[in-house]
């Protein structure tokens, strides 16, 4: 009969475990925003939570866990593509696909390794701290009111009249 460690390796999703390679990347690694789609499956392999690397992994980081690409199938909301061949973990307040609405973005207690619980408080923490920041730090919003405006001088109406001329 298998121990605990084993079975628990063994029932393992792949896209759980495609979360908590990710999840120890950044926890490890602060000063990051993301990481190569290579490095997620290298920790997911050196972790071996499954008893070895599984070819699923590697399907799940470029497709199914990522927010923000059309679900196929995998409709999982877990990884953010930040640019092409680049994950995180996504977090509240990120764009996603409509079809992922509703979809788990981390994995349940009961399905990971108890030795991986602690990840669940800490990205509870981090996805909370880093939307707050990225909300703080909107590139187009940090252009309001960033000179005068085109009709400083004058009346808006009177401006926009004076754009307009010869567009007949």
Known sequence: MPSARAKARFDLRVADEVWIATALLHREH?????????????????ESLANGNRPGVYVHIVQHCVANRAPNPGRYRMLFETAPGRRRLFRK???????????????????????????????EGWSAERAKASSKQD?????????????????????IRRLREGWE
Request: glycine letters at 8%; aromatic letters at 8%; a negative charge.
């Open 93 to 123: 307040g990120d764009p996603y696909h409509p079809a992922r609405e509703g979809a788990k973005t981390a994995p349940n207690r009961e399905d990971i390794p108890s030795g991986c619980l602690g990840l669940l408080s800490w990205y």
């Open 139 to 159: 590139p187009l919003l940090a252009l309001a009111n960033l000179g005068p405006s085109p009709w400083a001088n004058e009346d808006p109406d009177e401006y």
């Open 30 to 46: 602060p000063e990051r925003d993301d990481f190569s789609i290579d490095e997620i499956v290298q920790r997911a392999a050196k």
